[in-house]
């Protein structure tokens, strides 16, 4: 870590309030009646309820959403044995990805206790405060003895993060990585480097996948562990021990399909990658520093596939893709376990999401596209499809496997719930996107050629929202298309207007002209104005009724595209102003902002008649 970012990250978690969690009430606490309610005397209603029927408890508490990160600091993530005090500023953090992505809520517990047995006790007392349990650095081989005994003892998910949100990660990876190079994952040799809590679950993991043991050999700092070896061995670890002569790494990469380290950094050379079988696929998921780096594995072996733990390199292995979704959907139906099924239907989950069409964030991680293959084998942490596609999957498994409690009669209305965590906007749009569907109208795109506008376009036909119209010129729309991986067709999903060369352009200039000709335009200008500007053309097609609405200024300011819808469209009879009306939507209350575009010193009147229409607007969703 350099020193500015050093600095820059103490500075962040010293700014006040210190730290990165906080507790909110979620009722209000402003009149003696609230405390009435909330402590004595009406807390006892609530306690008498539970009393009598204990599955009230998520009812009438917070312990249906209510996570415990739990760790004793003794094998935190590239810093060691630090101790659970130092530890804490992981857990926090831990609990910030639970909240931010899946509205999980979490009290993390840094618990000073080496010994096994005294943990899983304190630990499993908790099962009354607690929905799920999510251990968390805390060292091989105790993490396995702690986690079994725990999953034994209480009847609540407990997930130890290191272990199973690693291997759903690399599991899911692994299956779109032999996809991409056309292997049978039942005949690939895989070599691991690393004998820890994280690399034997993956192992565990990707046996269960189809991965067959008699291909596969565990190396660790001792070399390659095999039947007799007594050196740093334990039970867990002599699971995977082969009949072997071979002692070292280097000896049994040579025609290896797939390297798994979970070890140290720069233990797998160059000249061990030159000898792996064809398009080896490299998961170097040490941090900071991984196995081998992409560029010195590139250089040995063009044809290799990487993922490793670091965001600036293609294909991370991020638990945080993982694991809060998990959390969701086994809470949601109330799972007294996190079983094999719900870890399997999670892996299938990532690996078929990363097949989909991307949406158009890929510039929040610095791309122009994202599109499965060689440098996207798994989704991207802050893909918003995760809970949609993941919590789902794993509350049916959980479902089909018997373990849950609550079961999801309505799963779409499910589906429909947790859009909430991806887009606070959605309970306030439903409505009109339920009178889209009912009446789709025909919207035209003035940018049809932006990578934006396309993947919007894509999910409103998806949807069943409009009938979209695009502006753009034929030969990129669909080069842009096909380099997105999108399915929409024109012709099919959507009309497409060439402002290069349409049958209606003749028509379009005429009656531009018509308007315009009192302003001292010309026909020659008219037609010089519509070749150069798709909101002009989009604005015709409006005002011709070739359309019934228009969508433009994903480039230039607002004023540039307001003068040419002002020429053709104008002012609905009685108006006066233009106006831009924003929604901001606040974790307590929704605002409405106007104008936050269009007038820059307005005046008094201006300014009445944009509040009696801004309310009149306000007053259409229900507000």
């Known amino acids: 870590m350099d020193q500015n970012f050093r600095e820059a990250a103490l500075q962040y978690h010293r700014l006040s309030p210190a730290g990165k969690i906080s507790v909110n009430a979620t009722k209000p606490m402003l009149t003696q009646r609230d405390l009435a309610l909330a402590y004595s005397p009406g807390v006892a209603a609530a306690c008498e309820l539970i009393v009598e029927n204990p599955a009230e408890v998520r009812n009438m508490t917070a312990r249906g959403n209510l996570v415990a990160v739990i760790s004793n600091g003794t094998a935190v993530l590239g810093l060691g044995a630090i101790g659970p005090l130092a530890a804490k500023p992981v857990m926090e953090g831990k609990g910030v990805l639970f909240k931010k992505f899946a509205g999980i809520d979490v009290f993390d517990l840094e618990i000073a206790e080496l010994d096994p047995d005294k943990l899983v006790d304190i630990v499993a007392a908790l099962e009354p405060t607690f929905g799920g349990i999510n251990l968390e650095d805390i060292k091989a081989p105790e993490c396995f003895y702690i986690e079994r005994k725990l999953r034994e003892r209480m009847k609540i998910p407990v997930f130890h993060d290191d272990q199973h949100g690693t291997s759903i990660i690399v599991g899911a990876a692994l299956l779109n990585g032999i996809k991409v190079v056309g292997k049978d994952i039942s005949r690939i040799k895989l070599v691991v480097s690393g004998a820890g809590a994280a690399a034997l679950a993956c192992l565990d993991m990707l046996i269960s996948l189809g991965v067959r043991m008699e291909n596969t050999i565990v190396t660790d700092i001792e070399g390659v562990v095999y039947k007799g070896r007594v050196e740093l061995m334990d039970d867990n670890k002599a699971r995977y021990a082969v009949e072997t002569t071979a002692r070292t790494l280097a000896e049994v990469i040579v025609g290896a399909d797939v390297f798994l380290g979970l070890s140290a950094g720069g233990v797998l050379k160059p000249e061990m990658v030159a000898q792996m079988a064809s398009h080896p696929l490299i998961f170097a998921l040490a941090n900071p520093t991984p196995e081998i780096t992409p560029e010195l594995a590139k250089a ?288 307590d209350r929704t605002l409405f902002i106007c104008d936050t575009h269009v007038n820059l010193d307005p005046s008094a009147e201006q300014i009445a008649e944009m509040t009696l229409l801004a309310a009149a607007e306000v007053r259409r969703f229900g507000l």
Request: with cysteine.
């Open 300 to 587: 040995a072996r063009p044809d290799a596939i990487l993922a490793t733990g670091r965001s600036d390199y293609p294909n991370q292995v991020n638990n945080a893709l993982c694991f809060p979704y998990i959390f969701r959907g086994a809470l949601d139906v109330g799972a007294t376990t996190i079983n094999e099924e719900m870890k399997h239907a999670a892996v299938r989950a990532i690996a078929e999401l990363a097949e989909e069409e991307q949406l158009g964030g890929a510039a929040s991680y610095g791309e122009e596209s994202l599109s499965f293959g060689v440098e996207y084998l798994i989704p991207k942490p802050f893909d918003p499809r995760l809970i949609l596609r993941i919590a789902p999957a794993v509350a049916q498994a959980a479902m089909d496997s018997g373990v849950a409690e609550r079961p999801i009669n309505d799963m779409a209305a499910y589906r429909e719930q947790l859009t909430a965590f991806v887009d606070s906007s959605s309970m306030l749009m439903k409505p009109v996107f339920d009178a889209a569907k009912r009446a789709p109208k025909r919207l035209v795109y003035a940018e049809g050629e932006d990578p934006r506008v396309l993947h919007a376009v894509q999910t409103v036909v998806d949807e069943g929202l409009a009938l979209p119209i695009l502006v753009g010129r034929p030969s990129v729309v669909e080069q842009r298309i096909a380099k997105l991986g999108l399915r929409i067709r024109q012709g099919v999903d959507f009309e497409l207007v060439n402002p290069e060369d349409d049958p209606r352009y003749r028509d379009y200039c005429n009656e531009y002209h018509r308007l315009m000709q009192r302003k001292g335009v010309t026909l020659e200008a008219a037609k010089r104005e519509m070749r150069r500007s798709n909101t002009l053309i989009a604005a015709m097609l409006v005002h011709m009724d070739s359309a019934d609405a228009m969508i433009c200024g994903t480039i230039a300011e607002p004023l540039h595209h307001l003068r040419f819808i002002d020429e053709t469209i104008g002012h609905r009879p009685g108006v006066n102003v233009y106006a831009a009306m924003n929604i901001l939507m606040l974790p």
